[in-house]
C-alpha cells in the first residue's frame, strides 16, 4: 500500500526495521541513535547545535506546536496569525486555549502570504511580540516563504514560531540565517520518512533562556525545562519515557536522507511527484485546486468532480483496493481531495496513481470530472 497522505507518510523497509528493537531508554544503548537524531536534525538547519536546541517532546506535531508556544509567549502574549488554512487555524487555537492572544490576519487560502500584510499589521500594533506562520501549509498545499516574511519581521523587531511539520527535511531552512526564527516545529513522520510519535523543536538557546522559568505553564509542555534537563544529564534520553523505537527509527530515516543528497535532492524527487499529479490529474479532466504557480511540492488538492454520482468515500475505497490510500475528509474551502506527495514513493508511483484515478473514476460512474461551478 502506498500511503499518498501527507503524513504519516510511505516508509521504507530498513526504517520499519529499525523499529523492531526493544530498548531500555536509561541504557547506554540508547545514547548513539539519540545523539545521531539530534545531530542529523541540526545538520539539516543549517548545522546549528551551538546555538540551537533539538528538543524532541513525545507524541503528535500539535504538542509541540502549543510547547513552543507556551515557552516562548508569557501567559497574555501577543502572537500574529495569518489565517493561511486549517493548520494556521489549529496554531491559532493551540495558543487560544493556553491562555495567550492571538491577532488573527485574514488571508488568502489559494494565493501565498504577501510580506506587506505582516509587515502592516505588525506596525499597526506593537505589542505583538510575535508571528505564527506555517511554512507549508498541508491544507491546500502553498508553500509561504519564511524568507520574505522573516525579513519584515525581523526588520519591526519581532520573532517568528514557525510551523515546519510538512517542510522540514524538504524545504529549504537555514536558521543560522533566520535569527528572527525563535522555534521551528516539525515531526519524523513527514519530509524525513520516520515514523510517528514524537516532535520535534528546534529552538533558539538564547531567546529559550531568555524567557521566565515555568512561564510554559505545563510542565509537559516546557521547552525549557525539556533543555535544562538535557543539558544537566548530557542529553543521555528524555524526561519521561522516550519513545526510543521511534528515535532509532529515525536515526536509520536521517542517514537515508543523507544519503539520497539531503533536502534539495528530496525536494527534487517531491516536486518531480506533485508535477506528475499535478499534470496528471489534469489530463484525465481533473482540476487541480490551485494555478500551478501556488502549487507547492507536499501535498496537490484537486477539485472534486461535479458529477452527481461522485462519492469521496467510493473514490477513496476503489482507489485503496488498487494500493493507494489517499486523505478520505476535505479541508478546502471548494471541496477536494487531497494527495501527498512526500514519502518513500517516487514519479512511478504517481504516475500509478494518475492510472488508477482514472480508471476508478469510470469504476464508480463519474461522468463529469470537471468540479461544479
Ligand atoms: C501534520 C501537520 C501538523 C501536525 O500534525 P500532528 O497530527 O499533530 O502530528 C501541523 N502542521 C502542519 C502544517 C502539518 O502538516
Known amino acids: 500500500m502506498k500511503l499518498l497522505i501527507p503524513g504519516p507518510v510511505t516508509t521504507r523497509p530498513e526504517v520499519r526495521a529499525a523499529a523492531g528493537h526493544d530498548f531500555a531508554p536509561w541504557d547506554d544503548s540508547f545514547r548513539p541513535p539519540y545523539q545521531a537524531m539530534r545531530r542529523g536534525i541540526a545538520r539539516i538547519a543549517g548545522d546549528v547545535l551551538a546555538s540551537h536546541a533539538v528538543l524532541p517532546l513525545q507524541g503528535a506535531g500539535h504538542f509541540s506546536i502549543e510547547a513552543a508556544l507556551r515557552s516562548f509567549l508569557p501567559q497574555g502574549g501577543r502572537i500574529l496569525v495569518p489565517l493561511t488554512g486549517s493548520y494556521a487555524n489549529r496554531m491559532a487555537r493551540l495558543a487560544r486555549e493556553a491562555g495567550r492572544s492571538v491577532i488573527p490576519l485574514p488571508a488568502s487560502e489559494t494565493e501565498p502570504l504577501d510580506p506587506a500584510r505582516v509587515a502592516g499589521a505588525l506596525a499597526a500594533d506593537p505589542t505583538i511580540s510575535h508571528v505564527g506562520l506555517v511554512y507549508s501549509e498541508t491544507s491546500t498545499g502553498i508553500v509561504h516563504d519564511p524568507d520574505a516574511i ?26 543560522r540565517r533566520r535569527p528572527e526564527i525563535d522555534a521551528a516545529v ?132 476503489a482507489l485503496k ?40 473514476l469510470d469504476e464508480i460512474g463519474v461522468r463529469v470530472r470537471a468540479p461544479s461551478p
Open 321 to 360: 483496493a488498487r494500493g493507494f490510500l489517499i486523505s478520505n475528509f476535505y479541508n478546502t474551502e471548494r471541496p477536494s481531495f487531497r494527495v501527498g506527495c512526500i514519502g518513500a514513493i517516487g514519479p512511478d508511483d504517481m504516475h500509478g496513481f494518475v492510472a488508477a484515478a482514472d480508471a476508478v
Open 150 to 175: 522573516g525579513t519584515v519581521v525581523a526588520a519591526a523587531g519581532r520573532r517568528i514560531i514557525l510551523d515546519a511539520v510538512s517542510a522540514f527535511g524538504a524545504l529549504p531552512l537555514d536558521l
Open 186 to 317: 516539525f515531526t519524523p513522520n513527514k519530509c524525513l520518512e520516520g515514523l510517528p510519535g514524537l516532535a520535534v523543536t528546534i529552538a533558539r538557546i538564547d531567546a529559550l533562556l531568555a524567557t521566565s522559568p515555568r512561564q510554559a505553564g505545563s510542565w509537559s509542555f516546557d521547552l525549557r525545562d525539556i533543555h535544562e534537563g538535557g543539558e544537566r544529564d548530557g542529553w543521555g534520553s528524555f524526561r519521561f519515557t522516550p519513545p526510543a523505537q521511534i528515535v532509532n527509527a529515525l536515526a536509520v530515516a536521517l542517514d537515508l536522507h543523507a544519503a539520497e543528497g539531503g533536502a534539495p535532492a528530496r525536494l527534487a524527487r517531491y516536486r518531480e511527484n506533485a508535477r506528475v499529479v499535478f499534470e496528471g490529474m489534469a489530463a484525465i479532466g481533473l482540476q487541480p485546486c490551485l494555478a500551478a504557480a501556488a502549487q507547492g511540492p507536499i501535498v496537490v488538492n484537486v477539485l472534486a468532480p461535479g458529477d452527481p454520482s461522485w462519492s469521496l468515500d467510493r473514490f477513496v475505497a
